[in-house]
C-alpha cells in the first residue's frame, strides 16, 4: 500500500516570503501525484497534477508553482506569498484502481 | 474532471443512528470512491465501487451505485461519535487522464 509523506504540518510565514512543501511517496512506482487545496470547510480544490517526472500539469492560475524532480517527490513552491495563500494543503497519489492516498497536509498561514 | 457532490452539506444524529448522505455527478465513471477527512487532517479512503457495482460493504458502511441516476450513497450503520468527519466522494473517469474532483463534502456529527 502507498505512504504519503508530507511537511510540515503548520507553517507560519510572512507575506511576501518564499514557500517550499515537499511531499514524497513510499509503496509506488511512477504515480500520478497531485496537490490539493481546501478552505476551511470547504471542498478540495485541484492546483496541479503530475503523471511523471517534469510534467505538471496546472489547473488553476495563481502564486504558486510545482515541480517533480523525482518520481515520487512532489514539490509546491511560492515566490512570494500572499495572505489568500493562507489554507490546507494536501498532497495525494494514486491509485486509479485502488482510490487515492492523502498525506496528513499541511496548514499554512500566511501573517 | 469528474465532479462529485455530496447531499447533504451538514448532518447531525445521535449515535446509534444511521447516517446516509449521497453524492451526484455529471459524467460517465469507471469507479466512485468516498472518503473520510477528520478535522483538520488528510483524506481517508474508505471504499471504491466499480461501475458494474451496486452495492457494496465494508463493516459499517454500506454503499449503493445508481449509474442510471449518476448518484451514489454511503450508509454508515450503527452511528459512533467517532464517525464524527467530513465525507467527500470522488469519481474516477471512464478513460483519458485520471482527475478526480471533490465536492464540499457532508459534514457528520454523532452526538454521543
Known amino acids: 500500500s502507498q505512504t504519503i509523506h508530507q511537511w510540515p504540518a503548520t507553517l507560519v510565514q510572512p507575506v511576501g516570503s518564499p514557500l517550499s512543501l515537499e511531499c514524497t511517496v513510499e509503496g509506488t512506482s511512477n504515480p500520478n501525484l497531485y496537490w490539493y487545496r481546501q478552505a476551511a470547510g470547504r471542498g478540495l480544490q485541484l492546483l496541479f497534477y503530475?503523471?511523471?517526472?517534469?510534467?505538471i500539469s496546472s489547473e488553476v492560475p495563481q502564486n504558486l508553482s510545482a515541480s517533480r524532480p523525482q518520481d515520487r517527490q512532489f514539490i509546491l513552491s511560492s515566490k512570494k506569498l500572499l495572505l489568500s495563500d493562507s489554507s490546507f494543503y494536501l498532497c495525494?497519489?494514486?491509485?486509479?484502481?485502488?482510490?487515492?492516498?492523502f498525506g496528513s497536509g499541511t496548514r499554512l498561514t500566511v501573517v | 474532471s469528474q465532479q462529485g457532490e455530496e447531499d447533504p452539506q451538514a448532518l447531525s444524529i445521535q449515535e446509534g443512528e444511521n447516517a446516509t448522505m449521497n453524492c451526484s455527478y455529471k459524467?460517465?465513471?469507471?469507479?466512485l470512491q468516498w472518503y473520510r477527512q477528520n478535522s483538520g487532517r488528510g483524506l481517508v479512503h474508505l471504499i471504491l465501487i466499480r461501475s458494474n457495482e451496486r452495492e457494496k460493504h465494508s463493516g459499517r458502511l454500506r454503499v449503493t451505485l445508481d449509474t442510471s441516476k449518476k448518484s451514489s450513497s454511503l450508509l454508515i450503520t450503527a452511528s459512533r461519535a467517532a464517525d464524527t468527519a467530513s465525507y467527500f466522494c470522488a469519481t474516477g473517469a471512464s478513460g483519458g487522464s485520471y482527475i478526480p474532483t471533490f465536492g464540499r463534502g457532508t459534514s457528520l456529527i454523532v452526538h454521543p
Open positions: 503530475s503523471v511523471g517526472i517534469g510534467q
Open positions: 459524467t460517465s465513471i469507471n469507479n
Open positions: 495525494a497519489s494514486t491509485g486509479p484502481r485502488y482510490g487515492y492516498t
